[in-house]
């Protein structure tokens, strides 16, 4: 068994491992490796009440400095993420295929330049230029769809496909409660005895009922009764409104600054689709987007969630 093989046997599990524990991982000590990560699963914090709710966060793999091959290792493993969505979609063929083709062709690529005429897209095995009217909504580094035909070494599109959230996919459930917010004051303390679990954001907080996730974005897995919900939390550096964080959903990535590229894992690829997308921003409110809860809301409210219904109630702070 490779590495690449023990890395997706751990993440079928929730778990991402650091270079320093993957090397010490082979075939014949795994499965003790995978008992001891099933064992740090988190439950509720010792004092409160019992709710039978685990706790999986996600930890990607980084790296103190990043060498020029981690960084094409980190886009390469971007590319890859979201064009095994796409393919879900698509039946396509390589840029360097599309190149050599007299009919309709479909391919997947990254945008490596937006153009005047159109957009430069590109893939391992070459680039082409896409000639496109309307690129509204497709920016620098998006990877998409684009179904056309070939003329002189140029795609002429007819149609452009974003990886988006499937409209047939299994919703996420569990029959318990949430309260998200970024600090602790006296009124979420009274609101925190009506709720099973409680994430913030805020550091230190003064009491044993809260649980702060480990990075930026943050992936969450809430699982009860062998059934599971996703969450996604997220804090940009730019704001983002909620309608701009639909469109995110569509491209199923998050806007990376290249000083937040730490290894070669992607977390800011959205994979798999959250159940609920908490966006920490001053804008306050909640959307649904093909099964996704986006919620809202920054420093002056917090929001309870029954993770059942996905009934949504702000409360001011």
Not at 60 to 86: C, E, H, P, W
Not at 148 to 171: C, K, S, Y
Not at 265 to 279: A, N, S
């Amino acid at each position: 068994m490779n590495k690449k093989e023990i890395v997706k046997k751990f993440l079928e599990h929730g778990v991402m491992l650091s270079p320093e524990v993957l090397d010490k991982i082979n075939e014949n000590n795994i499965e003790d490796f995978l008992s001891r990560a099933a064992k740090t699963e988190k439950t509720r914090p010792k004092g409160t009440k019992e709710t039978g709710i685990k706790i999986r966060m996600r930890e990607a793999i980084q790296k103190q400095k990043m060498s020029t091959k981690d960084f094409i290792d980190y886009y390469n493993n971007r590319y890859n993420g979201i064009r095994n969505v796409l393919i879900k979609k698509m039946s396509a063929v390589s840029v360097g295929n599309a190149k050599k083709s007299f009919s309709d062709v479909s391919v997947i690529g990254m945008v490596k330049e937006v153009a005047v005429a159109g957009l430069v897209l590109e893939d391992p095995t070459g680039e082409i230029d896409v000639v496109l009217k309307n690129k509204e909504g497709i920016n620098h580094d998006d990877v998409i769809g684009i179904k056309g035909f070939v003329r002189e070494n140029r795609l002429f599109a007819n149609e452009v496909i974003f990886p988006d959230v499937p409209l047939t996919r299994p919703i996420g459930s569990i029959d318990a409660s949430i309260l998200l917010t970024t600090k602790i004051t006296e009124r979420v303390k009274e609101v925190m005895k009506e709720t099973d679990l409680v994430f913030t954001l805020e550091n230190n907080p003064n009491t044993l009922e809260t649980i702060k996730p480990n990075s930026n974005p943050g992936w969450i897995t809430l699982s009860k009764n062998n059934k599971e919900l996703n969450l996604l939390v997220y804090k940009p550096e730019n704001k983002v409104a909620i309608k701009q964080a639909v469109n995110l959903l569509k491209k199923r990535h998050l806007p990376t600054p290249k000083n937040k590229i730490t290894g070669p894992d992607d977390l800011f690829l959205i994979e798999p689709t959250p159940d609920i997308f908490w966006l920490v921003s001053d804008e306050k409110g909640a959307e649904t987007y093909k099964g996704v809860t986006i919620i809202s809301c920054g420093p002056d409210s917090a929001v309870r969630i029954n993770l059942k219904t996905r009934e949504v109630v702000f409360e001011d702070l």
